[in-house]
């Protein structure tokens, strides 16, 4: 028997439903299955009479299979040498391809309600890949830098590292001391280390926050567009949510007072409304506080990106303003790196126990040898550095690339303008249908996510989140080209370049 696992142990090919078009499953799961790494670049496949016959199909039907994924680019066949996976693939996490508009065989089995409901928010919040402009890519080279890796290398060769038991959910102390030192410095957040809880993220602080503060149908508000990953969570708490709609000044907090006062919550972005980008105004934040305080309600600040400014001074934190009634929620994602998946919440100390509760049900804590290595590299003052870096070298970026976009937007199209953050948003004319334009465009490389699915009022107004952080300006411009190409597609009516938006 051969030393390397059979293509034939790939789980979805075994899942093929033999009642639906097998042809098109079976490609989908050779596509998965390389997303996935289960296949790797170079790796030779069976021959498709072996294929065919594993699999109890017709052998015609894997030829044709074999043929429509070496167009697609991801196998390769070569005369003498079978058909393997192409060499070139981005790299070991592309993305997973669009998800069959068909029923699946899961789809005709008799799922639980909740089950369909997460296999939605899946496909929802399926990454990108790291293409051109895919948002939360970290800047090449920079990020992890070689301190990093140092640090992380220290760590792993001492005590800190060794096998040991479970640890406190609050996470490692000298990380919590670290973290309550940097949020008081750069964001104004009042707080002791006491209060701060280490997360695998925001995503998993909003869910933590949810579980701490709500109750089933309690009614909470969140901002009209809002980020997917909040909404799923909300969705996934079977809570009321009144989705308030922003404008320039931000979440509009006297539309929550008209629909519902009484609500339990209010989720918000306040220093880059996401994905939109205009901070709460002042006035709207201190009706928001008034609200919190006279309704005993809170306020959850996902600072997501807070860090990455490039003019003039951030507000500070909603959570400066009224420790008592804000949850505060920070993530290392977007100024170290995603795939790190840590991150903090910040709580008022009567409520910080109850979130080391909920962390405990989750999954107890994150690893003990990463939260060292980001200790470390926070204490001895590299975390500070990157952050100063990496904000000149995503100025830059972004410099570049409202300059390609100004140069060639066709007449319709504008630019969101914010100084923040790791993305700019372009809007489109109301006539495209951003959701088909980004699925082209990943089709050619381009990943952008669509903004009318992230509102609930409709009808939605069109645009396109384009990430700037982890690309090189001649990929940026390219990329602008590209996407511009796409666009004239679906707006053949489509004029000359025209000035961005204000
Ligand atoms: C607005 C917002 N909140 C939360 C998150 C989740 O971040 P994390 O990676 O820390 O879970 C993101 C990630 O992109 C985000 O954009």
């Known amino acids: 028997m051969s030393k390397r ?12 439903d033999r009642t639906a078009n097998v042809g098109r499953q079976l490609a989908q799961a050779l596509r998965n299955a390389i997303a996935r790494g289960e296949l790797r670049s170079g790796e030779r496949l069976p021959s498709t009479r072996s294929l065919a016959a594993s699999l109890k199909i017709a052998r015609g039907t894997v030829v044709e299979v074999f043929d429509q994924l070496t167009a697609e680019g991801y196998l ?18 592309p993305a997973l391809p669009p998800q069959p508009a068909v029923p699946s065989s899961a789809d005709a089995v008799d799922l639980p309600s909740q089950a369909a409901r997460l296999i939605a928010i899946a496909r929802a919040l399926t990454p990108h890949p790291p293409v051109p402009f895919a948002i939360a890519v ?3 080279g920079i990020a992890p830098d070689d301190n990093w890796r140092r640090l992380g290398n220290r760590v792993r060769a001492s005590r800190q590292a060794a096998p040991s038991g479970y640890h406190d959910p609050m996470g490692l102390l000298e990380l919590r001391l670290a973290i309550a030192d940097h949020v008081r410095r750069a964001r104004a957040v009042h707080c002791e280390p006491e209060q701060v809880i280490v997360t695998s993220g925001t995503q998993q602080g909003l ?12 009614a909470v508000w969140a901002e009209d567009p809002a980020y997917p990953g909040l909404t799923a969570v909300l969705d ?10 922003v404008d320039v000044q931000g979440m509009n907090v006297e539309r929550g007072l008209e629909l519902c006062p009484q609500a339990r919550a209010a989720f918000v972005t306040p220093s880059h409304q996401y ?3 205009m901070p709460l105004s002042m006035a709207r934040r201190n009706s928001l506080i008034t609200w919190a305080d006279q309704n005993r309600a809170w306020i959850v600040e996902d600072d997501y990106d807070s860090e990455l400014r490039y003019a003039g001074h951030p507000f500070p934190s909603m959570q400066g303003l009224r420790p008592s009634r804000v949850i505060y929620l920070g993530t290392f994602s977007k100024v170290l790196f995603p795939s790190l998946r840590l991150g903090y919440v910040i709580a008022p100390p009567p409520l910080a126990e109850a979130f080391a509760g909920a962390r405990a049900i989750l999954d107890r804590h994150s ?4 939260q060292h290595v980001l200790a470390a590299y926070m204490r001895e003052g590299y975390f500070e550095a990157h952050i100063r870096r990496i904000r000149g070298l995503y100025a830059e970026r972004r410099a ?11 007449e319709g199209c504008g630019v969101q303008q914010s100084d923040h953050g790791m993305h700019i948003l372009l809007w489109l004319p109301e006539e495209v249908d951003d959701v088909q334009l980004a699925a082209r465009a990943l089709s050619a490389g381009l990943a952008v996510r669509a903004i009318s699915p992230m509102y609930a009022a409709q009808p939605a107004r069109p645009g396109l989140m384009l990430g700037f952080g982890g690309f090189l300006p001649d990929q940026l411009q390219a990329a602008v080209g590209e996407l511009v190409k796409l666009l004239s597609q679906q707006m053949p009516q489509a004029g000359g370049p025209q000035q961005a938006e204000a």
């Open 5 to 16: 696992r059979s293509i034939i142990e790939i789980p979805s090919l075994n899942a093929i």
């Open 76 to 93: 390769q066949a070569r005369v003498g040498s079978g058909t393997r996976v192409a060499a070139d693939l981005i790299d070991a996490t």
């Open 138 to 140: 970290p800047a090449c």
């Open 207 to 218: 869910y933590m926050a949810g579980r701490v503060l709500l109750s089933r149908d309690d």
């Open 236 to 245: 996934d708490l079977g809570v009321r949510t009144h989705r308030l709609p």
């Open 275 to 277: 994905p939109i980008g």
């Open 367 to 370: 690893p003990i040898a990463e």
């Open 400 to 410: 570049v690339l409202l300059t390609a976009l100004d140069r060639v937007l066709p």
